[in-house]
């Protein structure tokens, strides 16, 4: 007994000095609140014009510049359920990742909460030409004056140093676009000319960050301090990071926007869920809630009394129906008129299921009248292609239905056609509360119109797996699926990927792509390979308008609405916004300042 | 003894290594996986996508896997976690003395609470406070710990308020933010999860001490005990309750591999950085370094724990002999 209680005794005297021994996060000083300058206007300006992207509303107007000033100093408290693994762009693997570097690293053209690219480390968007021989040279003209938090000057060899880190063994950033880069040179410090083997249309999505000079040797990337403890051209520099509950991060005093960022330090919390987020933020413990979802919106209205607003940005992403035009039975096919699904590749039920959906019942009571409906696969930013709602016409569905040969013989209240009934399996990720109500009320719009929908949900790791690990979207084994996908800031890889014929997985393929509808148009097919060869966006812009019609009407895919990206905050914190972009919440960070 | 000890420590050896096969593989055909995040992002190319599956080594069939990883860890290489890069290890020790920490303090509030009450219980059998004891122990052993963690933060950090205003007791994390480290601090963060843990564990403690007292105090050397006219304080403590902490020492030396595994649900539910929640994240994103040298240290204690309790039993009961 007496081994024992030692024992168990020294373990706790033990645990508790280790447990004091912790660094603490250091104590930022709040210092004395004044009143500065009137604010300047606080966003980039928009240099392109665009359509026209709506931002969700927001509770409290945050842009408007306040009557008394910014007041500097003060630290903003974060929460976030996830933990970063890293803070290396170049390592980063998940949104929290992207978003939290972002408060490190700035890039020469980023997104705007409209989804517009913008110039931050570039003085303006950067010009591309065509060469002669089919390449293309983009020019960027940076920001003079620009120096790293550690005082280093940024130049063209810190772009070069980027682009060779991107490219190097261990890094774990995606290289599409990269690896057409045959060359950048420095014709002087503030000049980058970056050489394209072939045009490569979406170049603007490029650059987004800026590593320093001499961060560390790429042959190490793995091992480096600087992974934890980076520093970079943005408003904010890592002090200390204690692993699982907080990182501290402190302004960049060196920052290139004079007296910004306002605030003292931003400390990021790891939280243990929304849920318990939503009362920290209610508590006035946290001043950001980051990563909500449309299902919070009753939460969110109810907590606006006690000072809590949230801003969205229309991501491009739509929450949608994708339709198999193929056999389900059959195993990855590469072209469904060999083996047609036996309801879904007749386009008379694609268009009574469109038609049959009242999509605006389901925006006004599972999302509170929040969002838009989904009209469009390109919905904002700078390709924003904005298509006519599909109309909700129950009677015009069942006439089509009828027209097409779907007819209740045995009047079980389902429609049958050839000794076909109209009976359809539906797939969303389980345990998603705002999906799985939405399916029970597709379930009862469709049965109006004579149409089954049976309801077989799976675990999204199930849903989402490779074509390897047998992945069911991946081998066509599905009638209709339910999920959120979208094109980025730049369609360009987005539609490719999920509308070109190219894009249809299939084991000679090794199942690349995510044409799971296995949607065959050849129209579309050109327009997006004439696309990826144009350097000017307006006529870039054209021709995936074409595409976004011609979906429309061969309708692999039903939009419902469109998603957003949601971050909950305090109405005292001034100016914050979110961007559709990586950098999301982050997003004009060294804006941000508190109102006391 | 000693032959005994190392014939048991062989079979730990050979437990262990079948152990860590069964994870290993159990690991490996989880869906999903490291390269999940990526292939479902179009801007990943197919060189990209390869050139990682090569990175994390996933290129190999899962026997060779497990081969070059049993390798390292002979060598006294865990690997690196795939997402923080960090060695396994470290992300182990970081965590650790925070989960010493939290189930060291609930181990001694557990100890504090279900010692007395049961012997207290026993003694008094069937009167009114026996009653109400075993009752509230059952109810606090039926409590699940999910269900009664988020009731303890709406009662204590939602509902109650100090008098400025602020949560009475902090919902989340170790320490507040933006302060230097201060032990009240500390403690008062402590005190929603140890209660979490204590309450349920010192039900099952409690009743066990009851039954055990109960056992030995109807046997023959305590009626001796008595008869001898020692004062009834001497035959509880010197007598029964020697006797009656046997089983109560099983279940601690059981328990003690959960000081390093800490508690999964607690750690989740108020955000304590340890080895609970580390192991959660993990698993949620198939870091199998991390997860297989979490699991295969927690294996090893409650190997080694067994082993433990074991010889203790010879120094607390003469009457037990090991061959």
């Known amino acids: 007994m007496k081994t024992l209680k030692t024992i168990l005794f020294t373990m706790l005297i033990l645990a508790m000095l280790l447990a004091a021994c912790q660094p603490a996060a250091e104590a930022p000083t709040t210092e004395p609140i004044e009143a500065t300058e009137p604010a300047a206007p606080t966003n980039p300006p928009a240099v392109q014009p665009t359509n026209t992207a709506v931002v969700a509303p927001t509770a409290a107007p945050t842009t408007e510049p306040p009557q008394t000033g910014p007041a500097t100093g003060g630290t903003v408290i974060v929460g976030t359920p996830q933990e970063p693994t890293t803070l290396n762009p170049i390592l980063a693997a998940s949104s929290i990742d992207d978003a939290l570097t972002s408060l490190v690293f700035e890039g020469l053209v980023e997104i705007d909460e409209n989804g517009n690219f913008v110039p931050v480390l570039a003085a303006a968007l950067p010009i591309a030409e065509e060469t002669d021989d089919g390449g293309m040279i983009v020019t960027y003209q940076l920001l003079p004056d620009v120096k790293f938090a550690n005082g280093n000057a940024f130049t063209c060899a810190d772009v070069q ?11 774990q950033a995606s290289t599409s676009g990269y690896s057409q880069i045959v060359g950048i040179e420095c014709p002087d410090a503030l000049t980058v000319v970056v050489t394209y083997e072939e045009v490569y249309a979406p170049y603007l999505r490029l650059f987004s960050y800026i590593l320093p000079t001499g961060a560390g ?25 204690t692993a699982g509950d907080n990182i501290v991060f402190v302004k960049n005093a060196n920052y290139h926007e004079a007296g910004k960022p306002y605030l003292d330090s931003v400390i990021v919390k790891i939280i243990p869920s929304r849920e318990v987020g939503m009362t920290m933020i209610g508590n006035g413990e946290i001043h950001v809630l980051w990563d909500l979802t449309e299902a919070d919106f009753v939460a969110l209205d109810a907590m606006s009394a006690q000072g809590v607003a949230y801003a969205g940005a229309v991501t491009g992403e739509n929450e ?76 015009g ?74 992945g069911m979207r991946k081998h066509g084994d599905f009638d209709i699926l339910l999920y959120t996908t979208g094109p980025g800031p730049d369609p360009d890889s987005h539609l490719f990927s999920n509308y070109h014929s190219a894009s249809i997985p299939t084991a000679d393929n090794e199942g690349s792509g995510s044409n799971y509808s296995r949607y065959i148009n050849a129209d579309v097919d050109a327009w997006l390979d004439d696309a990826y060869g144009l350097t000017d966006v307006d006529a870039r812009r054209e021709l995936y308008c074409n595409v976004a019609a011609q979906i429309n009407q061969d309708l692999p895919r039903i939009y419902l609405y469109e998603r957003l990206l949601l971050s909950g905050y305090r109405v005292e914190l001034q100016n914050f916004l979110v961007s559709p972009g990586a950098m999301d919440f982050t997003w004009g960070s060294q804006n941000w300042w508190l109102k006391p | 003894m000693t032959q005994y000890i190392l014939r048991r420590a062989l079979q730990a050896i050979l437990t262990l290594l079948v152990i860590s096969v069964l994870i290993f593989g159990l690991i490996s055909s989880v869906p999903g996986g490291i390269m999940s995040a990526y292939s479902e992002n179009p801007d990943f190319t197919q060189e990209d996508l390869a050139r990682l599956r090569e990175k994390y080594g996933l290129n190999d069939p899962v026997p060779v896997r497990y081969a070059k990883w049993l390798l390292n ?72 710990t999910f269900w009664f963690g988020l009731l303890l933060i709406i009662i204590f950090s939602v509902l109650l308020k100090t008098p400025d205003g602020k949560p009475l007791l902090p919902s989340a994390g ?93 750690e989740t539910i108020f955000a304590w950085p340890g080895i609970g929640r580390l192991f959660f994240d993990s698993a949620m994103k198939t870091d199998y370094p991390v997860l297989m040298a979490v699991l295969m240290v927690y294996s090893f204690l409650i190997v080694a724990s067994n082993l433990l309790v074991d010889l203790v039993y010879t120094v607390l009961d003469p009457r037990i002999t090991l061959d």
């Not at chain 1, 140093?161 to 890094?171: G, P």
């Not at chain 1, 091992?223 to 408003?235: D, I, L, S």
């Not at chain 2, 009851?210 to 004062?231: C, E, F, N, Q, W």
């Open chain 1, 217 to 241: 040797d790429l042959a190490t990337l793995d091992t480096w301090a600087f992974n934890r403890q980076p520093y970079g051209a943005g408003p904010w520099m890592v002090e200390s990071w």
């Open chain 1, 397 to 470: 569905a069942i006439a089509l239905l009828e027209g097409a040969g779907w007819v209740d013989a045995d009047n079980d209240g389902i429609r049958e056609k050839d000794g076909v009934r109209l009976s359809m399996t539906i797939a969303t990720t389980s345990g998603n509360l705002l999906r799985e109500q939405t399916e029970q009320v597709l379930v009862e719009m469709l049965r109006q119109a004579g149409i089954e929908l049976v309801i077989e949900n799976v675990p999204s790791d199930t849903l989402f797996a490779s074509w390897d690990e047998n």
């Open chain 2, 73 to 144: 860890v002979l060598q006294g290489d865990w690997g690196n976690s795939f997402t923080s890069k960090r060695p396994a290890l470290q992300e182990i020790s970081d965590r650790l003395p925070n989960t010493l920490l939290l189930m060291g303090s609930m181990f001694l509030v557990t100890l504090a609470i279900a010692i007395p009450l049961g012997i207290y219980s026993a003694l008094k059998q069937y009167t009114f406070f026996d009653h109400l004891l075993t009752t509230v122990a059952l109810a606090g052993q039926s409590l699940p």
């Open chain 2, 174 to 266: 170790m320490m507040t933010l933006g302060q230097p480290f201060n032990l009240l601090d500390r403690l008062r963060h402590l005190i929603l999860p140890v209660s979490m843990l204590a309450v349920i564990s010192a039900a099952s403690y409690m009743r066990y001490m009851r039954s055990s007292m109960l056992d030995v105090i109807h046997k023959d050397y305590v009626r001796t005990a008595r008869g001898k006219g020692l004062p009834e304080k001497m035959v509880i403590s010197r007598h029964a309750l020697r006797n009656a902490l046997i089983p109560i020492v099983t279940l601690l030396g059981l328990d003690l591999p959960n000081l390093f595994g800490g508690a999964l649900f607690t």
């Open chain 1, 320 to 395: 949608l129906l994708l339709l198999n035009f193929a056999d389900p039975a059959v195993d990855g096919p590469a072209d469904p008129a060999a083996a047609p699904h036996p309801i879904l590749y007749d386009l008379a039920v694609r268009q009574a299921l469109q038609m049959a959906i009242d999509k605006q019942l389901i925006v006004d009571t599972l999302l509170y009248g929040n969002v838009r409906v989904g009209t469009t696969v390109l919905p904002a930013g700078t390709f924003a292609c904005p298509q006519e709602p599909s109309t909700y016409d129950l009677a």
């Open chain 1, 161 to 171: 140093y980027t682009f060779d880190a991107i490219m190097s063994e261990l890094s």
